[in-house]
């Protein structure tokens, strides 16, 4: 071979291994590198701007809306397009933010991805997107969204209820980017707004513009073809009575005290109104949280986050003597005709319990221990009964384990046995003298309001334990039906018969008993006062009642915290808010003033006036 041809033969190998770099080059680029060029490729022409939907609205069960949205306006950028120090600096500028916190935020985006937007700003001012605005043609990847923000109503709070919304977590991100969640996202963080997620958040939609060199819209992708519409979130339909729970708030806040109020429908279950005070105000954690207000929020000692309906919890007092009734009388342990003589102390062993003080009732009989609480008869009664089967009955109606509300957080509470005691003293080393305690709500007998509030719509309805529930029904985007929830329920092995009677005596409690203040003028009441003992302070005070008698529509429990006597305090609540719900608003019947004699001395006085006290013990 010659030079030539030689010369000519090199030439050619340079020329074909150019060729397979250059095809091979082409290879790697089409098939490894496709997504991140493709990305770049369309953030260079294309934008994809995410379409939140409205979240789902919630209406009371009139129809009244207590939820809704308004916008919010949000900044984004593009974090690939904004790597320069400069750009960083000047949206800060414009923002009133450092240029770090800017930089901690684009940061953000860039470990999801590069090429997607990432929020640097939310609930943005009128002023701020107008400076915005006149500047993005020098902002390249910067775009101004319209997203939503909750609006509540004005007069009413509801605050636990509704819970709020906040950004997702990095575990939550993780758990549910299948779901189409991205980083910016805010999703439901207590409340309703938590446990009906999947149904409030609706889904998102896209639209695809063509953008130009600096970041400027330049029309629709293809006319749109590819975009896809948002779909909105499911309304929801509630059980709550927002004028009925705008006064169960007001009420309690009248007090000065924290508490809580539980109203139920005994029909069904469903929760009229609901509130723990104190509360906290929603526009808080609203759109954009300021960060002073949320740590005041948090560190506040009356610790309006916590929820005291479902999360709290307390001996019920004298109103757990109700339980122990409808055990005595199931279990043919009693003769409810049959009478005690209660001389104002009972003895078991070496120990003395005493009556309100030590004063007595003399002779009663179950009816009038109801209405006059009377402890002694009931000191006795547990005894009879047995611990094992109070136990039985307290677990049937639900006590020592949650209700099962749909919303998060809820406690169990605490209903003692055997099992409970021998495992927390030992075996054989705890007394009969704890019996004694629980006997009338007291010692480690712990329940929540809405337990009470529960156990009460059992009551009222002749014996059906409906689970509470906030949410009836809920609408989807575009339908005019309603789908509804159904919630479990159970009819108790209890005879109504036995149940008629306790019914009976909780009406006296009110008609002339401790429970007097609750009394509304032409509607039959029953209720049960209970004062617990509060070993940091002054006694919470219970009532729970009912009405009316005959077709009850409204069961309540009511609590308040350090102070005093049920019958004087949380009594009357109970009234004004059976008067409101089944007089109307309008109606011009009041609830009835007890007479003077509510608050005398002496054997016959209300167990719940100042004139006595709940058991001391004296071991």
């Known amino acids: 071979m010659d030079k030539i041809q030689k010369r000519a033969y090199s030439v050619s190998l340079v020329v074909i291994a150019g060729f397979v770099v250059l095809f091979l080059r082409l290879i790697h680029l089409q098939i490894f590198e496709y997504k991140e060029l493709g990305s770049i490729s369309d953030a260079n022409?294309?934008?994809?701007?995410?379409?939140?939907?409205?979240?789902?609205?919630?209406?009371?069960?009139?129809?009244?809306?207590?939820?809704?949205?308004?916008?919010?306006?949000?900044?984004?950028?593009?974090?690939?397009e904004f790597t320069d120090s400069l750009k960083k600096s000047t949206l800060a500028s414009l923002m009133h933010i450092t240029g770090e916190e800017m930089t901690e935020r684009i940061d953000k985006g860039f470990r999801y991805n590069r090429f997607a937007p990432v929020a640097v700003g939310r609930d943005i001012g009128a002023r701020e997107?107008?400076?915005?605005?006149?500047?993005?043609?020098?902002?390249?990847?910067?775009?101004?969204?319209?997203?939503?923000?909750?609006?509540?109503?004005?007069?009413?709070?509801?605050?636990?209820?509704?819970?709020?919304?906040?950004?997702?977590?990095?575990?939550?991100?993780?758990?549910?980017?299948?779901?189409?969640?991205?980083?910016?996202?805010?999703?439901?963080?207590?409340?309703?707004?938590?446990q009906y997620e999947d149904l409030l958040r609706g889904e998102k939609g896209i639209r695809y513009e063509l953008v130009n060199s600096v970041g400027k819209s330049a029309g629709t992708f293809e006319g749109g073809r590819k975009d896809r519409p948002f779909i909105n979130g499911n309304d929801l339909h509630l059980t709550l009575d927002a004028d009925l729970q705008r006064l169960a708030e007001e009420l309690l806040k009248e007090t000065g005290k924290s508490g809580a109020i539980v109203a139920i429908d005994p029909?069904?279950?469903?929760?009229?109104?609901?509130?723990?005070?104190?509360?906290?105000?929603?526009?808080?954690?609203?759109?954009?949280?300021?960060?002073?207000?949320?740590?005041?929020?948090?560190?506040?000692?009356?610790?309006?986050?916590?929820?005291?309906?479902?999360?709290?919890?307390?001996?019920?007092?004298?109103?757990?003597?109700?339980?122990?009734?409808?055990?005595?009388?199931?279990?043919?342990?009693v003769d409810p005709e049959k009478t005690i003589y209660c001389s104002g102390v009972f003895r078991l062993g070496r120990g003395r319990f005493l009556?309100?003080?030590?004063?007595?009732?003399?002779?009663?009989?179950?009816?009038?221990?109801?209405?006059?609480?009377?402890?002694?008869?009931?000191?006795?009664?547990?005894?009879?009964?047995?611990?094992?089967?109070?136990?039985?009955?307290?677990?049937?109606?639900?006590?020592?384990?949650?209700?099962?509300?749909?919303?998060?957080?809820?406690?169990?509470?605490?209903?003692?046995?055997?099992?409970?005691?021998?495992?927390?003293?030992?075996?054989?080393?705890?007394?009969?003298?704890?019996?004694?305690?629980?006997?009338?709500?007291?010692?480690?007998?712990?329940?929540?309001?809405?337990?009470?509030?529960?156990?009460?719509?059992?009551?009222?309805?002749?014996?059906?334990?409906?689970?509470?529930?906030?949410?009836?029904?809920?609408?989807?985007?575009?339908?005019?039906?309603?789908?509804?929830?159904?919630?479990?329920?159970?009819?108790?092995?209890?005879?109504?018969?036995?149940?008629?009677?306790?019914?009976?005596?909780?009406?006296?409690?009110?008609d002339s008993g401790t429970g007097r203040r609750a009394a509304v003028k032409d509607v039959s009441v029953a209720g049960k006062t209970g004062t617990a003992?509060?070993?940091?302070?002054?006694?919470?005070?219970?009532?729970?009642?009912?009405?009316?008698?005959?077709?009850?529509?409204?069961?309540?429990?009511?609590?308040?915290?350090?102070?005093?006597?049920?019958?004087?305090v949380s009594a009357p609540i109970a009234g004004k808010l059976i008067n409101y719900y089944v007089n109307g608003p309008d109606s011009t019947a009041a609830v009835a003033v007890a007479d003077s004699k509510e608050n005398g001395a002496g054997r016959n006085a209300p167990a719940d006036s100042t004139a006595r006290r709940e058991p001391q013990y004296d071991l």
């Not at 939140?52 to 974090?79: A, E």
């Not at 005959?550 to 308040?560: D, H, Q």
């Open 45 to 80: 022409s294309l934008r994809r701007v995410w379409l939140h939907p409205p979240r789902g609205r919630m209406l009371d069960r009139n129809g009244t809306v207590v939820v809704d949205n308004q916008p919010l306006y949000t900044v984004k950028v593009i974090p690939s």
């Open 129 to 194: 997107m107008i400076r915005l605005s006149e500047n993005l043609w020098r902002l390249p990847g910067v775009m101004i969204e319209v997203e939503n923000k909750r609006k509540y109503p004005a007069h009413l709070s509801a605050s636990h209820i509704f819970g709020y919304l906040n950004f997702i977590s990095k575990e939550q991100l993780e758990a549910m980017a299948y779901k189409g969640y991205t980083p910016d996202d805010k999703t439901g963080s207590k409340g309703l707004e938590k």
């Open 267 to 333: 029909n069904d279950g469903g929760i009229l109104a609901m509130t723990s005070q104190p509360d906290y105000d929603l526009e808080i954690l609203n759109g954009k949280t300021d960060a002073e207000q949320w740590r005041k929020l948090v560190n506040d000692p009356a610790k309006p986050l916590f929820n005291r309906a479902i999360q709290a919890t307390y001996p019920p007092g004298s109103v757990y003597k109700l339980l122990l009734s409808i055990a005595a009388l199931e279990e043919k342990a």
């Open 355 to 510: 009556c309100h003080g030590g004063e007595g009732h003399g002779h009663v009989n179950l009816e009038r221990a109801i209405v006059e609480s009377c402890n002694t008869y009931y000191y006795q009664l547990i005894f009879d009964v047995g611990f094992e089967t109070w136990s039985e009955y307290g677990r049937m109606f639900g006590f020592g384990e949650r209700a099962g509300i749909d919303i998060p957080g809820e406690r169990s509470g605490l209903l003692p046995s055997s099992a409970y005691y021998d495992k927390r003293y030992g075996k054989g080393k705890w007394t009969k003298g704890y019996l004694v305690s629980l006997s009338i709500g007291q010692g480690e007998l712990n329940t929540t309001p809405l337990q009470l509030a529960a156990f009460t719509a059992t009551l009222a309805n002749r014996g059906t334990w409906h689970e509470p529930h906030l949410v009836s029904a809920y609408r989807p985007d575009g339908q005019d039906t309603l789908v509804p929830l159904a919630f479990p329920k159970r009819k108790l092995p209890v005879s109504e018969r036995n149940l008629e009677t306790v019914r009976k005596a909780m009406q006296g409690v009110v």
């Open 533 to 568: 003992q509060n070993p940091h302070g002054k006694d919470h005070a219970w009532f729970v009642a009912f009405a009316p008698v005959e077709e009850p529509v409204i069961a309540l429990a009511v609590l308040v915290e350090n102070a005093g006597y049920g019958g004087s």
